[in-house]
């Protein structure tokens, strides 16, 4: 595959790059979006997609810009990833600079008028559709068998089964008319811009957890684990805050998920550091506790995607220890998962990359009627079936808010 790159020196807004039909991966402005697939590949064709690319003109553009491609990994580890390399990219970093990188199989066609019509394309300004359709939300997971499920996850802590298991459920939303994607993804930037927000396929959500990201020799991670609602006012969201962090129930949870990443990591860095004690992260309707970690890799350094492989699911979604929480969660756990709990995000010709966990998300019918939305939380020894209920739904706002608007 030949890809050429142009910096860009006009203002781009990469959901509307992305729009309704394309490829997003973005937190606070930066990240990448692509249009028209050039290529979709399983994760074992990964490595030689990536070696294969070559410039046409010799002209590389910088870290963190040119080919990128798109990646879903699902929950359960033995289920492969898949990829999409998008004919056209643009990718925008922290600093505001953009590159667009057009990618053909043909070094000719990224010459001239064709390069100049890919971008052109790519830029073509789109305002959403603007609907008002009828919305039907239903339990898909019947809320008593995931009661049952909570419930036996925390018997199998208490037993010391398990440390922890992660029990989610699903609900779907249906509309009598097509959802217009382009408008869920500009809410989304509304209400959960510092989120890792991504439209791959059919997944689209808003994911506040950085999995991992690998820069150069950087590597980071932000652990999510143990949660509590907002309610818009702010003595008592700073209660409820105060409380979280009090709670020996979420502290527990998180400590699993932490120790977890953490030992997971260590092997690759010369060093690896982390936050002594977890912070407040807040999102437009929940607020969890975090673990910021940073380290150095060691040479030769592993990619991203060795990193995912390592990591993924992280007990903030599957449990601890992990091959035993997810037994259970194929077991008890009355859903098929598929990508939910898994990682998304973006890698690059150097193995480079950033992964979010795939959570706060729905995956939409493919004629976009229809979508399916996903809400979980960890279990421990002290956890109640109804209070875990009520953190499913205060996490499901976060997509419905985006989808439904009469």
Known sequence: MYFRSRRLDVHVDLNDVCRGDGM??????????????????????????????QSVDGEVPPPGHGPHLFGVVP???????????????ITKDTDGQCFVTV???EAAALAGPLFEDAIADALRSTTPVITAGNYTVNPVTPVEAYLAAVAGARDAVRDGRLLKAVIARDISVTSTSPIDVHAVLLRLRASFGSSYRFCVGGLIGASPELLVQ???????????AGTAPRTGDPATDARLAAELVAS????????VVI??????????CSYLDWEPEPSIVTVANVQHLGTAIEGALSEPRPSVMTLVRALCPTPALGGSPSEAAIEFI?????MDRGNYGGAVGIVDRHGDGTFAVTIRCAEFSADRTAARLFAGGGIVAESDPLAELA?????????LSAIVRP
């Open 391 to 399: 953190e499913t739904q205060a996490k499901f706002q976060a997509m």
């Open 259 to 268: 120790d977890m990443v953490h030992d997971t990591l260590l092997p690759w």
């Open 24 to 53: 997003l991966f973005v937190r606070d402005g930066a990240g990448a979006a692509g249009r028209g697939p050039a290529l979709s590949v399983h994760e074992d064709e990964l490595d030689g997609v990536l070696a294969g690319l």
């Open 75 to 89: 929950f359960l580890p033995r289920d492969s990833a898949s990829f999409v390399l998008p004919r056209t990219v």
């Open 103 to 105: 990618i053909d199989t």
């Open 330 to 334: 194929e077991t008890h756990e009355p």
């Open 214 to 224: 690998v820069q150069g020799r950087t590597v980071r991670s932000h652990p999510l």
């Open 248 to 255: 020996t129930k979420n502290q527990v949870e998180h400590r």
